[in-house]
């Protein structure tokens, strides 16, 4: 049973949690820290000797992705307007963990969060604009939440694999998207991008004064930070990294793992749906196709990345936002396709997990310890 | 008009050629998967395995000229990326659905970097057997022009129900899906075991993504497979891991999936995007349906991580 237990555990890349003396507290986090720098320098690499291969200097490429990411006033704040709804969609991924399952669903969540809020928005037209905002607030988090809730449910009460429906019912969230935007939800005035109504430009969240950054980063730290408190300092937390690590241990003890799995899930989806909310309050006024723009599917690499703690979310979403923002800097000055985004951060995820296998065998780490 | 004579009928009909050529790409990759999971590995990654084979086939295709250069490359390209799955998966403490994940990506990712220069030009198409010459109906003519592949994969089916059953590479893959540790006791490699299986799972789902550019829809371009990869990999699931049954099973998703377009030919096009979303809606009907929290399914190797 122990060995299944950590078998679970491992299988959703949490880490340990609990650690016997400080010496090893310490020896351990240098570990997390030490291991996906490597890896993620490994992938750079990689994806160097790639583009090399295209006929491009490496050196260019790694000059232009610092430029693009943190170079400047203007990349920073294009950065951290990605990174919002990346700290958002990751914690869809990082919370399940907990309890050992495999969510890769939050993309579907943030459609379907953003298509509640706008249909909140358009509801309430007229009304303060703090009133909408709230609602809009309400509705995105009610509307992802049950989008994975779905899928715990699922899991809970039919068996159903958790990682494979909530990939199904990404296509169906964009399906149900798609149909509402160019049927019953469609703007007569949108020709040639379908597209509800817009939500109105005073129901839009600004920015944070003095920069051009929105609003979103501070809803998603916040949740980072909420999410982090609500693991790692509270009974409920606990009880679901217990159900994680052995759920028959968790149900002798008299948790009532059903609830604590749908709970979760729910937490979870409400933040990939507040991300879909930002999406559509901060950025795009309206709902379209261009909100499926892959931020749930790169949600899932920062949690991996940040093995799946919700603090160490923030700084590898940030990471991930810049690596993102110098895609467009990557097409104009180097020719690369805007694909070459997606490919380092595959490979940055293959040699993320692949570094999984090192853990607790780094020699010098062990003689600290 | 041969249209109006056939009247509703166009629809059953469209379904009809519509599932025998939606179906094969999930025939393979579910085939492939089928042949991974059963030794005891589950590749999730063969979402990207279909993008990346669809890619590399229309690649060779267009630069050689000879479609069946295409289907080789792209079961290659599968190949490599079985490998490179099963790869990562034999180090230690990695888990193979996070790997799938990542490879799903990866895989995505690098056909649309690679296929870019591909979007434009024409590459040299599969041919098909052309079984309805007798009927006089243009649309039941179209729904029997039939891929060699499909027959290929037709074909490959009760090999494979053959194989697990009655040789000893099945038995080995077999054994290896239930028991390792028999597997190990055997003196065999585990790891070798899984790898090869997934090295043939990654060349089936390669295939299968060279018809989606070669045949059906018959050109490359980045929203080409949404999704055929992973419902073909949960069409396994509700298969029960018989080969038989993922036959049976791809054709039902082939004709859910052709419902769609067949509506649409007949002039119904409220609800399009729901009906394009009806092989999803079927997958998770279907899993809700025949999975049970109780117990494990019938079927199931007892090494699968999905179904702990």
Redesign the interface.
């Known amino acids: 049973m122990t060995t299944e237990a950590a078998e ?1 555990v ?4 949490v880490a340990p949690a609990a650690d016997p003396g400080f010496l090893q507290r310490t020896g351990a986090s240098i570990e997390y820290i030490l291991i996906p720098g490597a890896a993620l320098v490994g992938a750079l690499a990689v994806f160097g000797g790639f583009v090399a291969l295209y006929g491009k200097n490496p050196l260019d490429l790694y000059f232009y992705m610092y430029y693009g990411a943190f170079g400047t006033a203007f990349s920073w704040q294009n950065t951290l307007t990605r990174a919002a709804p990346l700290i958002l969609t990751a914690l869809c991924t990082a919370l399940p963990a907990q309890l050992g399952m ?1 969510i ?1 669903g939050g993309e579907g969540a943030l459609l379907i969060g953003a298509l509640s809020a706008t249909s909140a928005a358009l509801a309430l037209q007229g009304a303060a604009p703090i009133v909408v905002q709230t609602a809009m607030v309400i509705a995105g988090m009610i509307g992802g939440g049950l989008w994975i809730t779905l899928s715990g449910g ?1 899991r ?6 958790e ?3 909530s ?6 969230a ?3 998207l ?2 509402l935007v ?2 019953p939800m469609r703007d007569p005035a949108s020709l040639n991008k379908p597209s509800t109504r817009e939500i109105g430009a005073a129901n839009m969240i600004g920015s944070i004064p003095g920069t051009d950054v929105h609003w979103g980063l501070v809803f998603g730290l916040v949740a980072a930070v909420a999410a982090y408190v609500l693991i790692y300092h509270t009974t409920f937390g606990f009880a679901a990294r217990v159900a994680g690590g052995n759920i028959r241990a968790a149900k002798i003890v008299g948790l009532s793992v059903g609830k604590l799995i749908l709970t979760v899930c729910f937490l979870a989806g409400s933040c990939a749906g507040l991300a879909g909310m930002i999406e559509v309050a901060a950025v795009q006024g309206r709902t379209n196709a261009n909100l499926a723009a892959g931020y749930g ?1 790169t949600g ?2 920062v949690a ?1 990345l940040a093995r799946q703690n919700p603090l160490a979310i923030i700084p590898v979403a940030i990471l991930l936002g810049g690596i993102s923002a110098s895609g467009g800097l990557l097409q104009r000055r180097l020719g ?12 940055i ?2 040699f ?3 570094s ?2 090192l ?1 607790g065998r780094i020699g010098f780490l062990k003689g600290k310890s | 008009m041969a249209d109006a004579s056939l009247g509703l009928w166009t629809v059953p009909l469209a379904v009809f050629g519509g599932a025998i050529r939606v179906s094969t790409p999930f025939l393979f990759v579910s085939l492939g998967e089928c042949i991974t999971e059963r030794s005891g590995r589950i590749n ?1 990654g063969l979402e ?1 395995t279909l993008v990346m084979g669809a890619m590399s086939a229309y690649g060779i295709s267009y630069l050689s000229g000879s479609p069946w250069l295409g289907v080789l490359a792209a079961g290659i390209t599968g190949a490599l990326f079985g490998a ?1 799955h099963a790869g ?1 998966c034999s ?5 193979d ?3 799938g ?3 799903m ?6 056909a ?2 690679l296929g ?1 220069p591909l979007i434009e030009p024409t590459a040299a198409r599969l041919p098909a057997i052309d079984f309805g010459w007798w009927s006089d109906v243009p649309q039941l003519r179209a729904a029997l022009r039939i891929n060699v592949l499909f027959l290929i994969g037709v074909a490959i089916a009760p090999l494979l129900y053959w194989a697990f059953k009655a040789t000893r590479w099945g038995l080995l893959i077999r054994t290896a899906g239930e028991s390792a540790d028999a597997a190990r006791a055997m003196g065999h490699s585990v790891l070798l075991i899984r790898l090869r299986a997934t090295m043939v799972g990654g060349f089936l789902a390669g295939i299968g993504g060279s018809f989606l550019s070669l045949f059906y829809p018959g050109s490359w371009n980045e929203g080409l497979s ?2 055929q990869g ?2 073909a ?2 069409l396994v ?1 509700f298969a029960r891991w018989d080969p038989m049954l993922c036959l049976w099973a791809s054709l039902a998703f082939g004709g859910a999936a052709a419902l769609g377009p067949a509506l649409q030919s007949v002039g119904i096009t ?5 009906f ?2 009806a092989p ?2 079927l ?2 009907a279907i ?2 349906i025949t ?4 117990r494990t399914l019938t079927g199931a190797p007892a090494e699968l ?4």
């Open positions: 679970s491992e299988a959703a890349g495999v890769i699922l809970q009460y039919r068996g159903v694999n990682t494979i429906s990939l199904l019912l990404v296509y169906i964009l399906a149900i798609n149909h160019e049927g599917f899932i690499l991996f690369l396709p805007d694909a070459s985004v997606l490919v380092l951060q595959g490979i995820f293959v993320v997990l692949a999984d296998a853990y | 999730l990207g490179l990562i180090l230690p403490r990695v888990n659905i996070a790997v994940i990542a490879l990506l990866l895989g995505t990712g690098l649309f970097f870019k949404s999704g992973i419902t990999v949960a699931i409220s609800g399009y995007h729901l394009n979303a999803y809606i997958t998770l899993m809700i999975c049970s929290p109780k991580s999905i179904t702990r």
